[in-house]
């Protein structure tokens, strides 16, 4: 009689166990432009691995022979897979899925680390891995960037579209090689805090990559952000505003720690009267921050407004044009919208 109550006990159990379902894995995206530091990090991260626990890394790299995966310590308890040849932000998000959905399965990890391309848009896959068919598998983390300290002075460097677009997806921002910082460095990096208060919540600076995995180890802060037509065309397209649209023309609006960031892109073709340009973007009020860069009859211009400093000047051609005001306030955006819309001079498509 005993064994028999042993055998249905343990059935139970089993039946009990069978039904647990799977924790998210805590997964951790350490990005960053490139030679910034990203995988001296993650090496570091690596070593305070617990014995008892099993780490994944998924690691992309933009060219076809993997390079950054030999760094990475091959001992056990670690699961690496490498996806080569472009990026997997942007391309086909095909085989980032499967790749991705075979390390989880095989490698059973109880924390997952990815590094994507210096090339990458970490926002883009921020976006892809948390959408609904993965949130049972990951419990993502904010989102980690490394930037170089010692090329903070470089304005060519740190003015590239690529770098500031990481910066803003960023919650936390780790400056490597502050041992190699000059003064122009510190004076920069001082800037950066301030330019970026908006986005990023957390700044660690670091020699060697050192820094504590608890420190970084909190939960991403999810980003409200509302795509659509343009503000003129949602009034009379009343059915369309309740669609997210990637297709330029289109009106965007972010909310992020009491701050609106609200931008438009729209296409490059568009060209811009600069003076009447410029005279909207000085008229505005109550606003913390004016980035954008357009194609103007005067060639492309990038504006570079905080409240202290109003600043212009030429600029390399970019793929679109593109405005982000950020503000604490609220705004008529519709009355913006139509002003600026009012400086375009091409109205042939």
Known sequence: MGNFAVRINLLHLSDTVKFIAPQPVPTHIISGFLGAGKTTLLQHLLNQKPEYEVWAVLMN??????????????????????????????????????????????????????????????????????????????????????????????????????????????????????????????????????????????????????????????????????????????????????QEIKQLPYHYVETVQGYTVAGWKLPKRWQFN?????????????WVRIKGIFNTDQGWKSFNFNPQQFNYKSAEESIDNRIEIITQSQQDWLAFETQFLACRINRDG
């Open 274 to 286: 600069f003076y009447d340009l410029l005279d909207l973007l000085c008229a505005q009020q109550d």
């Open 61 to 242: 790299e933009f060219g076809q022979i993997g390079v950054d995966q030999q760094l990475i310590s091959q001992q056990q308890g670690y699961a690496v897979k490498e996806l080569l040849g472009g990026c997997l932000c942007c391309s086909s998000q095909l085989p980032m899925q499967i790749a991705l959905a075979r390390l989880l399965s095989e490698s059973k990890p109880d924390r997952l680390f990815i590094e994507p391309t210096g090339l990458g848009h970490p926002a883009q896959l921020l976006e892809q891995l948390t959408e609904p068919h993965w949130q049972s598998s990951l419990a993502m983390r904010a989102l980690v960037v490394v930037v170089d300290g010692s090329r903070l002075h470089d304005q060519d460097w740190v003015q590239q579209n690529l770098y500031t677009d990481q910066l803003k997806a960023a919650q936390i921002v780790v400056i490597s090689h502050i041992d190699l910082m000059n003064e122009a460095d510190h004076q920069a990096y001082r800037a950066l805090k301030q330019e970026y208060q908006t986005y990023v919540q957390h700044w660690f600076e670091t020699e060697q990559g050192q820094v504590e995995l608890e420190k970084i180890d909190i939960a991403q802060q999810p980003v409200q952000r509302k795509i659509q037509p343009l503000l003129k065309l949602q009034k009379t397209q009343a059915a369309v505003q309740e």
